[in-house]
Every structure is written in structure tokens, then in C-alpha cells.
């Protein structure tokens, strides 16, 4: 079960949490066949993955693991298959969260996810622009300093400043997207973020497919 070459198949994660479905639907407005699934099978054949995640760190690296989905998000990532996190589920990425002392994240990228700065409102729940945009495919055809739309309390902290590719301020410059190899992930959503938001789903349907193609070759 794949998805076309004009629209790739894109598995969202489906581990029980939040409104997953929101990233699902934005995903399909431009373009992908992107189904919302625990499905072991079809997330092992699907062009890309995407992990969304809302709320509590620790909630949501237990639920994942209780939906026994730990495994496909290393294995998706192992096979070199654009990846997708957003939200709680970047930080998910990362090897731990001052949120939930004890509980493990992912570990795929060296870090940590630090409470935002105390002189600032907890959660940020705002529009606020990207800054630091390094050149990334999944950035094409921005404005320069594009608004996006975040709801957070915490942030990552990561021990290689290389992964970051973009910022915004909030009391402090804090990371608002990072990319490593075959991830690329977002603390804002994309997919509640107007216009601009939906050019960087595009961006990374259109990733998805040109790498279909290429690995077929």
C-alpha cells in the first residue's frame, strides 16, 4: 500500500494523544495521501512519517510506547524516509524534558527540553516570527522572517547548535525548527499557521515524493 508518485503516502503516528488529526488534515490540503495510524504494516510502508504530540512530555512518550510505536519511529528514521515532528513531538526527538524528571525521550538528537525563561507567560500561545532560517528545502518559497503559530511552555536546548534551523524570541531566542539528516522538526504548527505554515507542508510533500522516486531509481 503506497501512495502515488504526485501524492506520496505519508503515515501520521496515531499513539492516543492530543488532536492528531489537525496535522493529518493539513497535510492532506496540500497534497499527500497522509493517514493517521498505529497500523505497523502500513507505517513501515509509507514515503514519510510524521509525529505530532500536544500537552505533557511524559504522557506522550508513555502513550507512544504503549502504543508500541517507539520502534517505527527509529526504524523510519533508520531507513533515511523524510520524518516530521511537530510540536511536543519535536521534542519528543530529544533525550529528555525538565517536564517529566525520569521519563526517556526518543534520544535521536543530543538535547534537552528546558522550561521557557520565568520572566516570560507560560504557555507562549501566540503568532511569532521565525528568525535565523538556515537553507533548507523545507523553507522554500518563505518570507523572510515568516509568522508562525506556537503553543509551548518548554524548548529545546540542543547540545549540537548545528540541527538548529531556525529561531524566534521569546525572552530569550529559543528553537523553533531543527533538521538532521532525514528530520526535520518544528516547536510551532505548522498546520495552524496560515499560508505560511501550509508552504512548509508542502515543502515536505514535495520531499516526500522526490524521494520516493529516487530511491525506486
Known amino acids: 500500500m503506497t ?4 501524492q506520496p503516502l505519508i503515515a501520521v503516528l496515531d499513539y492516543g494523544i492530543g488532536n492528531l488529526r489537525s496535522a ?3 497535510l492532506q490540503f496540500v497534497g499527500a495521501d497522509a493517514r493517521l495510524t498505529s497500523d505497523l504494516k502500513l507505517i513501515a510502508e509509507a514515503d514519510a512519517v510524521v509525529l505530532p504530540g500536544v500537552g505533557n512530555f511524559g504522557a506522550c512518550m ?3 510506547r504503549q502504543a ?3 520502534d517505527s519511529v527509529h526504524e523510519a528514521i533508520e531507513s533515511s524516509r523524510p520524518f516530521l515532528g511537530i510540536c511536543v513531538g519535536m521534542q519528543m526527538l530529544f533525550e529528555s524534558s525538565q517536564e517529566s524528571p525520569g ?3 526518543l534520544g535521536l538528537v543530543k538535547g534537552e527540553i528546558c522550561w521557557l525563561p520565568a520572566d516570560v507567560q507560560k504557555p507562549q500561545m501566540q503568532w511569532n516570527q521565525l528568525k535565523t532560517l538556515k537553507q533548507d528545502d523545507l523553507f522554500a518559497g ?6 508562525m503559530y506556537f503553543v509551548h511552555s518548554l524548548s529545546a536546548v540542543a547540545k549540537d547548535d548545528s540541527v538548529v534551523v531556525a529561531t524566534c524570541s521569546y525572552g530569550s531566542d529559543l528553537v523553533a525548527a531543527i533538521r538532521l539528516n532525514n528530520i526535520f522538526a518544528t516547536q510551532f504548527h505548522p498546520e495552524k499557521s496560515a499560508t505560511e505554515g501550509l508552504k512548509i507542508l508542502k515543502n515536505f510533500v514535495a520531499t516526500c515524493g522526490a524521494n520516493r522516486v529516487a530511491t525506486k531509481v
Open 24 to 26: 493529518q488534515k493539513g
Open 62 to 64: 508513555t502513550a507512544l
Open 103 to 105: 521519563v526517556s525521550g
Open 142 to 147: 518563505l518570507e523572510q522572517n515568516p509568522w
Open 68 to 70: 508500541k510505536l517507539e
Open 3 to 6: 501512495g502515488s508518485d504526485s
